[in-house]
């Protein structure tokens, strides 16, 4: 089936839930480029600021997993609708606050509404289209909307601070999700698992286990390794997420069964997810953060300059969907680390050259590990799939900014962007282990 055929049958199904992957992904480069303007009208501190974008990944990285089985137990099409609710109305209060602090805590709320739509969103596609073949025709489509979301982000963020002020960033929201939350009855079937209890106290430990997990490591990004208050975050949050193995080792309605992490395909894709965000957004922070500070480009040209990585993820996701996932996951790790490394000349050309290969290479890896990771698990489980594979992206990105980010800083870029290429390398190397040796695991009867 051809990628026209799967828009003319789901088109409007597909239209819905990629515009709000879009919206959800735009949400985090168009405010990036505003910070400037916030801390100077607000008054925020240097170390306050990072908050406006801490706040938002807090919530939105640690309740992804409980969000996305939430989705199977209480309705997919439901929970999409009170994220993008949620979403809206954080948006406007965003776009109205009169102080940093009520700035941030409209942005976590807007992270939470973030995390109950994602995984619904992912598991409401899949429904759509069972096939598999248009099924990942239809994650290719996804996958481009979320470049297309990050590439207009660096530009509609500095034209709306510049022609608008930065409240419209926020403000602009608020109609996109009113016109979504009012055709969502009109396009979607709701779609969930089997009526269960809801673990509630695997939901509590695996939501502060990561919640703590991504502050650890944004402390440990923003100071260094030696902060106490980063180190405590996370071996509380190590504490908590081993807490969370044990209890769901009793439960009767697990959130996240323990064979399901041994079906094939499954952990393997949710690794690749979590090494293709930490290789390439730490390369990219680099890269802009070079870009503005040694080469004198404005945060708007910087953007700009990055809008092939975009085209490319666009691009690279439509091949991505004609491949086998086994494939397709290793051979775009490499891409990506040959994009890291070129890099590494620190030249325009060097630049465009990298963001055309990593690009191609993220999107043909992502489609192929979300494709891979949502097949590996049922029809009923498809949010909690959904869930772990988000929630595997943005523990990614936070791992692979502390990480990389804090050893370029003494070392320089080039450190960092050979590190971003090591991590993509050895993740494909993983990928090509012999499969006979990883058994198949099966849900008890």
């Known amino acids: 089936m051809s990628i026209s055929e799967v828009t003319t049958r789901g088109g409007p199904v597909l239209a819905l839930l990629c515009s709000a992957q879009f919206l959800l992904v735009l949400d985090v480069t168009i405010v990036a480029v505003t910070l400037p303007t916030v801390r100077s009208d607000l008054g925020f501190t240097p170390a306050g600021l990072q908050w406006v974008i801490s706040a938002y990944t807090l919530a939105f990285g640690g309740l992804l997993v409980a969000a996305g089985r939430a989705g199977d137990v209480f309705g997919r099409r439901r929970l999409f609708g009170l994220g993008l609710a949620l979403f809206g109305a954080a948006s406007l209060s965003c776009g109205l606050a009169t102080s940093g602090a009520v700035l941030v805590a409209s942005r976590a709320a807007q992270g939470v509404g973030a995390a109950l739509a994602a995984p619904a969103a992912l598991a409401l596609l899949t429904a759509a289209f069972p096939e598999v073949g248009e099924r990942r025709r239809a994650v290719a489509w996804w996958t481009a909307a979320a470049a297309g979301g990050g590439a207009a982000g660096w530009v509609l963020g500095g034209v709306l601070t510049e022609v608008l002020g930065w409240r419209a960033v926020f403000l602009v929201n608020v109609p996109l999700c009113v016109a979504a939350v009012a055709l969502i009855p009109r396009v979607l079937v709701e779609s969930r698992g089997p009526r269960t209890a809801l673990d509630l106290a695997g939901a509590a430990s695996v939501t502060a286990g990561l919640s ?234």
């Open 212 to 445: 703590l997990v991504v502050l650890g490591l944004t402390l440990v990004e923003s100071r260094a390794w030696t902060d106490l208050r980063a180190l405590g975050a996370l071996c509380a949050g190590g504490a908590l997420l081993a807490a969370f193995v044990a209890v769901e080792r009793r439960a009767p309605h697990p959130i996240l069964p323990p064979w399901a992490l041994g079906r094939p395909g499954f952990l393997p894709a949710a690794v690749t997810a979590a090494a293709l965000t930490g290789s390439t957004s730490s390369a990219m922070f680099l890269a802009l953060l070079y870009q503005q500070n040694e080469m004198g480009r404005s945060a708007l040209e910087a953007g700009l300059w990055s809008a092939p990585l975009n085209l490319a993820v666009i691009a690279g996701s439509f091949l991505g969907a004609r491949g086998r996932p086994p494939l397709v996951m290793p051979a775009g790790l490499v891409t990506v680390a040959a994009g890291a490394l070129a890099l590494v000349t620190l030249s325009s050309a060097g630049f465009a050259a990298s963001f055309v290969l990593m690009g191609a290479g993220l999107g043909a890896a992502s489609v192929a590990s979300t494709a891979s990771g949502t097949e590996a698990l049922s029809e009923h489980e498809q949010g909690i799939a959904s869930g772990v594979l988000n929630a595997a992206a943005q523990i990614g990105t936070a791992v692979g900014l502390a990480v990389i980010v804090t050893l370029a800083a003494p070392l320089g870029p080039r450190t960092g962007f050979v590190a971003a290429a090591g991590l993509a390398l050895v993740t494909a190397v993983t990928r090509w282990w012999p499969r006979s040796r990883r058994r198949p695991t099966t849900p008890p009867p």
